[in-house]
């Protein structure tokens, strides 16, 4: 089945700077990639994706890149700010299978 | 007007009980799944049904039955409760099974004691 790694587990930025977080998946079917924001106590949300036919997609402050090859995908926050602060999931969907990272929580302090 | 709803918000309930958490979603989707988040925020998928039909039925002990009277309904019962089952319940919808967005209720927190 499917495996999706998650890294860092914790990570603490300064507001205004970047933050980036990596994913990587093993099942090559895998062709649907979203991440999800989890407030602290708040259900999760989906703050951006991206499918296997693109590279790159951009929102505002973020974006998320996908290497297909390498089996990896990345978020990038640019200019955080406190209201970042929270654990973001990355996932990998193929069909019905849909596996979630194991999570990274985000601190960005003022 | 909630798009996914789950109840009860918390539960707490000695071993051995048997409970149920209930999802409703007022979406139109047609897959609805639950997803168990434990103490270290871990999300992991339970069960998905697609037009009621059940599609995913991971490595989840069978003392948790998912029962979809409707499309609009996921519903899950728990029997034989153990401590270890303590965690937050998400029950979430999306339109399809793949390649889109997934909505997720409030979640559920059961604490087994």
């Known amino acids: 089945g499917e495996n999706v790694e998650q890294h860092p587990s914790t990570l603490s930025v300064q507001e205004g700077d970047s933050a980036v977080i990596k994913c990587t998946y093993s099942?090559?079917?895998?062709?649907?990639f979203p991440w999800y924001k989890q407030e602290l106590g708040k259900r999760p949300q989906l703050i951006i994706d991206?499918?296997?036919?693109?590279g790159e997609k951009k929102d505002q402050r973020i974006a998320v890149t996908l290497n297909k090859t390498a089996k990896h995908f990345s978020l990038h926050i640019t200019e955080t700010q406190p209201e970042d602060s929270a654990v973001y999931f990355c996932?990998?969907?193929?069909?019905?299978?849909?596996?979630f990272g194991s999570g990274t929580k985000l601190n960005v302090k003022p | 007007d909630t798009a996914v709803s789950q109840t009860p918000k918390y539960l707490v309930t000695q071993m051995g009980n048997d409970k149920s958490i209930k999802c409703e979603q007022n979406l139109g989707h047609d897959t609805m799944y639950w997803y168990k988040q434990d103490s270290k925020k871990f999300l992991k998928i339970m069960f998905s049904y697609n037009n009621k039909e059940l599609i995913i039925n991971e490595t989840v002990p069978n003392r948790f039955s998912p029962k979809s009277p409707d499309k609009a309904h996921l519903n899950l019962h728990i029997n034989s409760l153990e401590l270890g089952d303590s965690a937050v319940y998400f029950c979430a919808s999306s339109p399809r099974l793949q390649g889109v967005e997934q909505y997720f209720g409030p979640g559920t927190r059961l604490t087994v004691t």
């Open positions: 996932a990998a969907n193929n069909f019905n299978k849909f596996y």
């Open positions: 099942d090559s079917a895998s062709n649907y």
């Open positions: 991206i499918r296997s036919n693109v």
